[in-house]
C-alpha cells in the first residue's frame, strides 16, 4: 500500500497526497524544508526536509530533452530518477550555473557509475546555456525573499495569500460565515478561550483591523477640525494622542487577529500597549546609560539606536513571558506589535508635541502624518518579531532569562536591530525607496512567522483530535 501523506498549509492540514505528489507539491514550492508532514506511523508532524531531504535538493540543473528542447531546472534527485526512466541517456546534455559550458549526464557518476559508453561525446550543440533563467524583477526579489528565510531560519512566503489576508475581509462575509465584531473582542478570558480542538485554523482574514483603522482616523480627523476650525488649543492634546496612535493601534488588531488560538484578551493586549510601552520606554534609557554614542544619520550611531530601543522592548516583554497559559509563537507575535505600538505611539506624541511648542500646529500635524504612514514598517513590527521568537523559545514550558539567549531569539532581535538601524540612517538612496525597502522586508518576515506559527497551532491541534480527524479538519 502506497505511503498517505498529510502536511500543512496555512495552518491546515492538507492530503492525503502519496509520495510522488508529495515530490510534485515540493518542486512547486508549495511543501518547503520546513513545513511541517505526517504519515501514519510518525508520533508526531516533523519538517519535510528531515524527513525527505531528497525533496529539496537544489533545482539547478538543465537537461536536453530527446526532442531537442531545453528543460529544467530540476534537482539532482530528479536526474536520477530521469536517467532511471531512460529520458537522460549518459550522452544527454545537462548544464548549471556555475560550468562554462554543457557537458554529458555521463560525467556525473551518481547518475552513469559506468562513465561515458565509447563514441560521440555529445549529441549536436545544444540551446545556449539558460543564464537568465533567473534574471527579472521577480527572480531577484525571489532570491532575495530566499536569503532573508535562509537567515531567520523562517519558510518562505511563496504561497501565502497576502492579498486574502489584509483585504479579504473588506466584502461581505459568505453566506453561513456569521461576523459580529464584537464577538470578535470577547475572547481570550479563561471562559472564553476555545479549546485547542475548536480553533479554527488555516489564513486569518483582517476585518476589525479596517473599522478600526477608518474609526480611529475618523476621530484623528475630528480633532483636527475643531483645532484648526475653531482656533481651539484644547483639540490638541487629543489631535496628538489620537493621532499618534491611529496607525500602531490598528496594526496591533490586525495582529490580534492574527492570533487564532484566540486565548488573548483586549485587557492584556491594552495592559502591553500601554504599561508595556511606558515600561519599554523607560527600560530603553536606563539601557542607553550602557550604549553611548546612540543617533541618527551615520550607520553606526543608528544601528546603537537600534540596540538600545529592541533591548527596551524586548525586556518589557518579560511582563507576559512567565504566564504559562500563552503558549504559542502567535501570542509573543501579539504581545510584541502591542509593546511596539505603545512605544511608536508614546514617542510619536512626544515629537508632535515638541514641534507642535517649537514650530507651530502644522509642524506637529506633519509629523503626525508622516509618523503614521510609516508605524506599519517601524516598531510594531521589529517588536513583533522579537516576541515571536522569545514565545517560541519559550513552547509549552516555562520561561527562564537564558531563553533571551536561544538562536532564534538572538537572531530574530539581530534582525530587528538591523531593520531599525537601517531605519535611521542616511541612506545614498530616495526616501521613499529606502522605506519602502525596510517595509517590505519586515513584512516578509511577518508573514514567515505567521506561516510557521500557523502550522505549530494546526500541528498541535492535529495531534489532539487523532490523524484519523485530518481529512476533514
Not at 505528489?21 to 508532514?37: F, M, N, T
Not at 528542447?69 to 530528479?78: A, D, F, N
Not at 474609526?215 to 496628538?240: D, E, I
Amino acid at each position: 500500500m502506497p505511503e498517505r501523506w498529510f502536511y500543512l498549509s496555512g495552518g491546515a492540514p492538507q492530503g492525503p497526497v502519496e509520495a510522488a505528489e508529495l515530490a510534485a507539491l515540493a518542486r512547486d514550492g508549495r511543501i518547503e524544508r520546513s513545513s511541517l508532514v505526517w504519515k501514519e506511523g510518525m508520533a508526531d508532524w516533523r519538517p519535510a526536509g528531515e524527513v525527505h531531504a531528497s525533496l529539496f535538493a537544489a533545482a539547478e540543473w538543465f537537461y536536453v530533452g530527446e526532442d531537442g528542447t531545453q528543460k529544467g531546472p530540476v534537482g539532482e534527485g530528479r536526474l536520477a530518477e530521469l536517467a532511471g526512466e531512460g529520458v537522460l541517456s549518459a550522452r544527454s546534455s545537462i548544464w548549471k550555473a556555475g560550468m562554462p559550458s554543457w557537458r554529458p549526464a555521463g560525467e556525473l557518476p551518481n547518475l552513469f557509475p559506468g562513465g561515458l559508453p565509447a563514441g560521440p561525446l555529445l549529441p549536436p550543440t545544444p540551446p545556449p546555456p539558460p543564464a537568465g533563467h533567473r534574471s527579472g524583477s521577480r527572480g531577484v526579489l525571489r532570491g532575495i525573499g530566499v536569503k532573508i528565510s535562509e537567515y531567520t531560519d523562517l519558510p518562505t512566503i511563496s504561497n501565502v495569500p497576502i492579498r486574502d489576508i489584509l483585504v479579504g475581509g473588506l466584502g461581505r462575509p459568505a453566506a453561513g460565515e456569521p461576523f459580529d465584531v464584537e464577538d470578535e473582542f470577547a475572547v481570550g478570558t479563561r471562559r472564553t478561550t476555545p479549546a485547542l480542538a475548536d480553533v479554527k485554523t488555516g489564513w486569518p482574514t483582517a476585518r476589525v483591523f479596517w473599522r478600526v483603522l477608518g474609526g480611529s482616523v475618523a476621530t484623528y480627523l475630528l480633532m483636527r477640525y475643531g483645532l484648526t476650525q475653531f482656533r481651539n488649543v484644547n483639540f490638541f492634546p487629543g489631535m496628538v494622542v489620537v493621532g499618534s496612535f491611529v496607525v500602531p493601534l490598528s496594526v496591533v488588531v490586525l495582529f490580534f487577529e492574527m492570533n487564532i488560538p484566540r486565548n488573548v484578551s483586549v485587557y492584556q493586549v491594552a495592559k502591553m500597549l500601554l504599561l508595556g510601552g511606558a515600561l519599554s520606554l523607560i527600560a530603553t534609557m536606563f539601557v542607553f546609560t550602557f550604549v553611548p554614542g546612540s543617533g541618527t544619520g551615520s550607520i553606526i550611531p543608528a544601528l546603537l539606536t537600534g540596540v538600545g530601543e529592541e533591548a527596551g522592548k524586548a525586556l518589557a516583554l518579560l511582563l507576559m513571558a512567565y504566564t504559562p497559559r500563552y503558549r504559542w509563537q502567535l501570542n509573543g507575535l501579539l504581545f510584541g506589535a502591542a509593546v511596539g505600538a505603545g512605544f511608536a505611539g508614546f514617542e510619536s506624541a512626544g515629537y508632535a508635541f515638541r514641534f507642535g511648542m517649537g514650530g507651530g500646529i502644522d509642524r506637529a500635524i506633519d509629523v503626525i502624518w508622516i509618523r503614521g504612514i510609516l508605524a506599519p514598517g517601524g516598531h510594531v513590527i521589529w517588536t513583533a518579531m522579537v516576541g515571536s521568537a522569545i514565545w517560541k523559545a519559550k513552547g509549552e514550558g516555562s520561561f527562564h532569562p537564558r531563553m533571551l539567549l536561544d538562536g532564534v531569539v538572538v537572531r530574530r532581535w539581530l534582525v530587528a536591530v538591523i531593520l531599525h538601524g537601517l531605519w535611521d540612517t542616511h541612506l545614498p538612496l530616495p526616501t521613499l525607496i529606502q522605506y519602502g525597502a525596510l517595509v517590505v522586508v519586515g513584512w516578509y518576515i511577518v508573514f514567515a512567522i505567521l506561516k510557521q506559527a500557523l502550522d505549530e497551532v494546526a500541528a498541535a491541534k492535529a495531534a489532539l483530535v487523532g490523524a484519523e480527524a485530518l481529512p476533514s479538519t
